[in-house]
């Protein structure tokens, strides 16, 4: 199963990418990052709280303004919401293609839609049974417009 969520940012491909994979620009939309540098490649590591322990998730591609996937690392204990990530894939989709969310909003009238980025975001291989199913794709939606209004400052 994968965790889908789509929405439109008024800011240009760049900035986008630049804020999903700079460590200190991702500290201010999501949480603030360290990066390890491993045999595995890179790995960004947050720490949620130690009822969670610290959120590693190694860059899988890093295609510039297009595409930026991550693969969560890390264990959890199975009271945290984090357990349901490990082996997970964060993937973020930048495109300036018409897409859904644009044709919908070019519907509105005086809505500029020239200046609009889709952004695709898919947590996959989600385990569905999860408890915090619902619960982690209520948070991706709220931190996704912390990225949005991010961008768009």
Known sequence: MKVH???AIE????????ALTDPELIGEWWDKQTVRHTGNGVVLEHDPGPEH???????????????VEWECISQHPPTSPAS???GTHLIFEITEAETP???VLRAYPGFDTTRLCTLNFFQTDYDERS???GFNNFAWAHVLQQLKRFCEE
């Open 5 to 7: 969520h789509q929405l």
């Open 11 to 18: 800011a240009p491909p760049h900035v986008i990418y630049q």
């Open 53 to 67: 322990g610290v959120v590693q998730m190694r860059v899988v591609l890093d295609i510039r303004d297009q595409w």
């Open 131 to 133: 408890e915090f199913l």
């Open 84 to 86: 349901a990530w490990t």
């Open 101 to 103: 969310v644009t044709r």
